[in-house]
């Protein structure tokens, strides 16, 4: 749909995902209701579900703009580190922080995540957008590297991510051990030398 609309609908698109992501940190998952959305926006309620069938499918959408605006920054300031598991490590903190600085904002978008019926369409194509940015960041941070089971690591480990993000924001866990065992988990799958390994397996430890 993006494809047609014309630049006044893209606007008013980015005008309602705008407001999604202000009541969401404002208020979180809760908080967002269409009406208000609408309202916020300056849109028609009946405009607003044109352009977006669910509240869930919104919210998704919203988290889509998120990870499209960390992929732009990555082209101009890409990942640090000196072999693969740095930089995909690099990547996923990156994508974490400003998370972990709106916590209501990552409640809300982590619960329409995981809230999606097989019924939403719509949300579950936007669900599968993200993961798929996610899949590019990781494979650009990897830099070619050559591995053997090379796709089922880059959808592992973008799993890997959107678990301990779901895990870290219900609170089930303190930042500092989400990171250590993110790390963990990329250096386990991506192993380099031998130090790497060895920090790897000594945080799964910890």
């Not at 940190?25 to 849109?43: H, I, L, S």
């Not at 870290?168 to 866990?173: A, F, N, P």
Request: net charge neutral.
């Amino acid at each position: 749909m993006r494809a047609t609309m014309t630049d006044r609908q893209a606007a008013r698109r980015e005008r309602v995902l705008e407001a999604a992501m202000q009541l969401a940190t404002e208020g979180g998952y809760d908080a967002v209701q269409m009406r208000d959305v609408a309202a916020r926006a300056d849109v028609a309620l009946g405009t607003l579900y044109r352009y977006f069938a669910s509240k869930d499918q919104l919210l998704v959408e919203c988290l889509g703009a998120f990870a499209r605006e960390l992929q732009r920054g990555l082209g101009t300031n890409p990942p640090r580190g000196a072999s693969p598991a740095d930089r995909v490590i690099d990547v996923l903190r990156r994508a974490m922080a400003p998370l972990e600085r709106e916590p209501q904002l990552a409640s809300a978008l982590v619960t329409a995540l995981s809230s999606l019926s097989s019924a939403d369409a719509a949300g579950l194509e936007a669900a599968t957008g993200v993961y798929g940015i996610v899949g590019e960041m990781i494979t650009a941070a990897m830099d070619h590297e050559e591995h053997p089971e090379r796709e089922a690591v880059i959808r592992t480990i973008g799993h890997v991510w959107l678990a301990a993000l779901i895990t870290g924001v219900r609170g089930r866990e303190s930042s500092d051990q989400f990171h250590r065992d993110l790390e963990a988990s990329v250096r386990l799958l991506l192993p380099g030398p031998e130090r790497d390994r060895q920090r790897a397996v000594t945080r799964v430890r910890d």
